[in-house]
């Protein structure tokens, strides 16, 4: 774990990992920078895993989306995550309350799981999440570890993809959390704290950020 002992977590949440993490910012530290405050926002991106050659959902404004559409997600704050900032209802009413705030279609085939794909360092998990009132990740069913390696198209240290299945029973893209938290999903199971730090300092390294 050589370096990690100066490596100091930048960041406006606490994760479970942070216990190992250095307590204080001096010239010798390395920083890791994880401020939800200051991720672009779900618009954002998902152009940007968009431009990569992903297939995403399509966020329009509620008023120009197809009147063929039956039930749609509102974003009532596009920066929120797990369900934040998100409420499903008919596209009339949208049209009503919020025709100008961003939405997507809501697929009639919605399991009610997110499928995600975790990312911590060159370590990649598949987890499946069940979800409360449609929208808001609340338990985790089941973690898969993946094929190991970095992804230096993205080049974070710890980030995921959300997964949802369309009306064509295609898997795309529902959400890339930049910054993406780890208590909540369980992964203390599968890796310690000092794991985490470890991949964190080495993927810094192999992106650069150092």
């Known amino acids: 774990m050589s ?11 606490t994760d479970y990992y942070d216990k190992a993490a250095s307590t204080v910012q001096d010239e010798n530290s390395v920083i890791y920078n994880r401020i939800m405050q200051n991720v672009p926002g779900k ?14 959902i399509q966020i329009l404004p509620i008023n120009r989306m197809s ?4 039930k749609v997600i509102v974003y009532t704050d596009i920066k929120g995550h797990r369900g934040n900032g998100k409420t499903i ?57 993946l094929p190991s390696g970095y992804n230096y198209q993205i080049a974070l240290p710890i980030y995921s993809i959300d997964y949802v299945q369309d009306n064509s029973n295609q898997m795309v893209i529902a959400d890339f959390n930049t910054i993406q938290r780890l208590d909540y999903l369980g992964l203390e199971k599968f890796m310690s704290a ?3 730090l470890d991949e964190i300092y080495k993927a810094l390294i192999a992106y650069n950020k150092i």
Do not use: H, Q, W
């Not at 370096?3 to 949440?13: C, E, H, K, R, V």
């Not at 618009?43 to 995403?56: A, D, W």
């Not at 975790?118 to 089941?142: H, P, Q």
């Open 3 to 13: 370096g990690t002992a100066n490596l100091y977590i930048n960041s406006d949440f």
């Open 43 to 56: 618009v954002e991106e998902l152009r940007t895993i968009g431009k990569m050659g992903n297939k995403t």
């Open 67 to 70: 009147p063929t559409i039956n």
């Open 89 to 145: 209802m008919s596209l009339s009413e949208a049209n009503m309350m919020y025709p100008n705030k961003l939405g997507t279609e809501y697929f009639s085939n919605y399991s009610g799981y997110t499928f995600k794909v975790l990312t911590v360092g060159k370590r990649r998990f598949k987890c499946i999440l069940k979800n409360i009132d449609n929208l808001i990740e609340s338990e985790t069913i089941s973690i898969e570890e």
């Open 194 to 196: 000092e794991e985490v």
